[in-house]
């Protein structure tokens, strides 16, 4: 049992945890785990082995304390932790249940590495607990469970903060439109069409870099649109929020947040 097998590492993990407890906590159980499939990257030969095992190379070079020891282990820690809260897992039993169903099979077992490999980079908050609630999601079935979480994962991989504070603002109606939205209510509807300069308008810190967040977003369909129309700023492209966008945002939420 995966029980088993990460206790066996115990001695790699940094001396910050205390592993010496008969009955080790969760945060105890979620270290073990998080340091023995690291070092199962070295062995992966699925989809994508060349830059996990390269991580595992650089460990077996530098040694785990000086690697995954700090940030990237703490991130991959409170990843496995957000999966179990909500997987369910309140005991440590029921914790090892959630990891072993997490690694029931070769397709879980890919997730698992992939979910982990982009979580310990990841220093967003929100990102890493919604790529635990996705292996959650995935532990909780077999599967047909595994595939889209596995899309899900794949395309939060590619944002960073910027890319979800644009599509978090899309979300809603600009400010630049809100005479004729005043309008469009009398027949139950809202005009979302954004432009990069109402973003900017919105948040200027985004100026440098919005014409390069919009084509991330809709490259993963998160957003439509692209068309060049006139604004007071000029020719711009307008985009909307996609169906899939506001999925996305669902998904990202705390289940206590969604509506």
Sequence with gaps: MLHAVIRSWSHRVPRRYDLSMSEPGKREVAVQAAITVAAGLGAYAGPGAGPLAAGAGVLALA??????????????????LAGAEA????????????????????EHQELLARTLAIAQDTAMRDKRRALGRALAQAASDTGTKVD??????????DLDEPHIKVLR?????????????????AIGRVVRQWHASDIIDQYPGLADVIYGLLPVLARHLLISGG???????GHEE????????????????EPSERE
């Design 87 to 106: 997987f369910g897992a309140e005991t440590v039993e029921e914790f090892v249940e959630f990891l072993n169903a997490a690694v029931s099979d070769p």
């Design 63 to 80: 040694g785990w304390q000086h690697v995954i020891g700090g940030r990237r282990l703490d991130n991959n820690v409170d990843t496995l």
């Design 238 to 253: 307008e985009y909307t929020i996609t169906e899939y966008g506001e999925f996305f945002l669902e998904r990202l939420a």
């Design 148 to 157: 889209p979480e596995m899309l899900f994962i794949r395309v939060l991989a």
């Design 227 to 233: 068309y060049d129309v006139i604004t007071m700023a």
């Design 169 to 185: 603002i899309m979300r809603n109606p600009p400010p630049a439109q809100g005479a004729v939205n005043l309008q469009m209510q």
